[in-house]
């Protein structure tokens, strides 16, 4: 019987009664059917920002890339940590002047 009662209860909390010919088609009220409405709508927000897949197997090839997803640079297959370094080893100058002072 305690079963009966909980699906009962469920059925009716969730609405799966139909209904019949003409009735609930058609709402006297605008307000809630646009309510009802704007629920079931799909969200208009963007998608999450993805995560960009990571560079490193690129860069442990030997291509000079910067890994966003790492923060890790490869120059000639090398590891650089810093930004600065990375951009200045990419084109083709030393250290920068952070590192460089260590």
Not at 52 to 75: D, K, L, M, S
């Amino acid at each position: 019987m305690r079963t009966f009662l909980l699906c009962a209860a469920a059925m009716a909390f969730a609405g799966c009664s139909t209904p019949k010919d003409g009735e609930g088609t058609a709402s006297t009220d605008g307000a809630a059917a646009d309510s009802t409405a704007a629920s079931v709508a799909p969200s208009s927000e963007p998608a999450a920002e993805t995560i960009p897949a990571c560079e490193c197997t690129r860069g442990t090839a030997g291509e000079t890339v910067w890994c966003p997803q790492c923060h890790i640079g490869y120059v000639k297959a090398e590891k650089v940590h810093c930004p600065n370094c990375y951009e200045s080893f990419a084109a083709g100058g030393d250290r920068c002047t952070t590192c460089a002072s260590r």
